[in-house]
C-alpha cells in the first residue's frame, strides 16, 4: 500500500467525508466532489470510490496550503520512502471552520464548525489589539438553533434542534438536530403521531437531498411556534472537547479563541520564515544579474576562444572571483549582449524592489501584521462576503 499502512480504506473514508457539502459535514470542503458522497438525509450513503472522483477544492487553494510548502517541515512516512508535512500552514485555523467528531486512543474530540468570517475577525482583533473576540458555533445550510450550555462538570454543551418553516399556510420540518437522519426523523414523528396526545395528525415526506417534511395538524388546530417547539423538544447534545495535537505534538485542550491566539503568533514564525526565504532569492537573483553584467562587460564570450574545456573556463572564472561561474559557463553566446545588460539591470531593479520588501516583512511586526490582516480581509471578501 503506497499511501497509508491502514490499507486503501482509510485514505477513502476520509476523502469522501472532506467533500461532503451539507450541513454538519462541511462549512468549506477542502475537496470538491464528483460523484455521489451522502446528504444530510443519509450521510453514509456514499458511492463506491470507482464511481467517485475529487480534486482539491478552490477554497482550499486560497487558504495557502500550496504557499506554505517550501517553509514547513517534514518527517519520513510510515516506511521511509517519502518526505510528508509535519503540517500546513494556511492563513486560517482549519480545524474550527468544519465539524470534527471522533474518538481516538485515549482522548474523544468534538470541535464544531464556525463560521469563516467570524474566525476571521477574531484573528483579525487579535492581531489588531491583542484580544480576540468570542466565536459561537454555526453551520452552513442549517436553520435550526445551536445552543450553548454548560453541564454539571463545566464542560460547555452544544445543543442542535429541530428547525421549521411556514410556507403559502403549510408548515415544514425543515432541519433536524446534528447526527439525525431522515430514518431516526421519521421513527420519530410516527412515535408522535402513535402517542395522539398532540395536535399532529400525519406528515408528507417531501424530502430530496435536504429535509423537506410538510406537518399536518389535526382538524381546527393551527400550532403556534411555542407549541411546535414544545412538541419537537428532542435536542442533539455534544461536550465540546476542543483536544488538539500541537505542531510539538503534543495533545491539549484549548477554547477556539486560545486556538486562533496559538495559531496567528505560529503564522507569524512561519511567515518570517518564508520572507527569510524569498528575500534570499531575490538577493541570489541580483548577484546572479550583476556577475552576468560583469560578464558580458568583460568580454568573456571572446577569451571563452581560447580555453581548452568547459572545467578550465570555469576555474578561469572562479580565479576571477565570480561565485556563479558554472552557471555564467553554460549560457549561450548569443546573450552576450548590451540587450541582455539592459534587462539585467532591470531585473536588479525589480530584485531589489522585492528584496526590500521581504525584509521590512521579516523585521517589522507591524508591516507583518498588516500583511496577514489584508490576506484575511481579501480571503472574507470572496468567500464570506456577508
Known amino acids: 500500500m503506497g499511501y497509508h499502512p491502514h490499507g486503501d480504506r482509510s485514505i477513502q473514508d476520509a476523502l469522501s467525508q472532506m467533500a461532503q457539502d451539507f450541513a454538519f459535514a462541511n462549512n468549506f470542503p477542502l ?51 517519502e518526505d510528508e ?13 468544519n465539524n470534527i467528531q471522533g474518538i481516538a486512543t485515549g482522548f474523544r474530540c468534538f470541535i ?31 436553520g435550526g438553533e445551536v445552543k450553548l450550555s454548560k453541564n454539571d462538570n463545566g464542560s460547555t454543551v452544544m445543543s442542535t434542534t ?46 430530496s437531498q435536504t429535509f423537506k417534511i410538510e406537518l399536518i395538524a389535526k382538524k381546527g388546530e ?17 461536550v465540546l472537547t476542543v483536544n488538539i495535537i500541537t505542531h510539538e505534538g503534543k495533545l491539549k485542550n484549548f477554547t477556539p479563541e486560545e486556538l486562533i491566539k496559538r495559531f496567528c503568533d505560529f503564522r507569524k514564525t512561519h511567515l518570517i520564515r518564508r520572507f ?6 531575490e538577493k541570489e537573483k541580483i548577484d546572479r544579474n550583476s556577475e552576468l553584467i560583469r560578464f558580458i562587460k568583460e568580454k568573456w564570450n571572446e577569451k571563452v576562444t581560447g580555453i581548452k574545456s568547459k572545467k578550465d ?32 539591470e532591470e531585473a536588479i531593479v525589480e530584485a531589489k524592489t ?22 484575511l480581509d481579501e480571503l472574507k471578501t470572496k468567500w464570506d462576503p456577508k
Open 31 to 81: 475537496v470538491h466532489g464528483e460523484g455521489t458522497f451522502g446528504d444530510v438525509l443519509d450521510p453514509n450513503a456514499i458511492a463506491s470510490p470507482r464511481y467517485t472522483e475529487v480534486k482539491l477544492s478552490d477554497f482550499a487553494k486560497d487558504i495557502g496550503f500550496f504557499e506554505s510548502l517550501p517553509d514547513i517541515d517534514y518527517v519520513k512516512n510510515y516506511d521511509e520512502t
Open 85 to 97: 508535512p509535519i503540517h500546513f500552514v494556511g492563513k486560517i485555523p482549519v480545524v474550527l471552520l
Open 112 to 142: 464544531p464548525g464556525h463560521k469563516l468570517s467570524d474566525v476571521i475577525d477574531s484573528q483579525v482583533s487579535y492581531l489588531k489589539t491583542g484580544k480576540t473576540k468570542k466565536i459561537t458555533p454555526w453551520y452552513k445550510g442549517y
Open 162 to 207: 429541530f428547525g421549521f418553516r411556514r410556507e403559502d399556510g403549510k408548515l415544514y420540518l425543515t432541519d433536524a438536530p446534528m447526527n439525525w437522519n431522515r430514518e431516526k426523523v421519521i421513527l420519530y414523528l410516527d412515535d408522535i403521531i402513535e402517542k395522539k396526545d398532540n395536535w399532529l395528525k400525519d406528515y408528507v415526506d417531501h424530502s
Open 222 to 238: 393551527e400550532p403556534s411556534d411555542k407549541e411546535l417547539m414544545a412538541l419537537f423538544s428532542k435536542e442533539s447534545n455534544e
Open 276 to 281: 527569510k526565504r524569498l528575500a534570499g532569492l
Open 313 to 344: 573556463f570555469e576555474e578561469k572564472l572562479k580565479a576571477s572571483k565570480f561565485v556563479y561561474f558554472e552557471w555564467l559557463s553554460s549560457i549561450p553566446v548569443y546573450r552576450m549582449t548590451l540587450e541582455e545588460v539592459k534587462k539585467c
Open 354 to 375: 522585492k528584496f526590500a520588501e521581504y525584509t521590512a516583512l521579516q523585521k517589522d511586526d507591524k508591516k507583518l501584521t498588516g500583511f496577514m490582516v489584508q490576506e
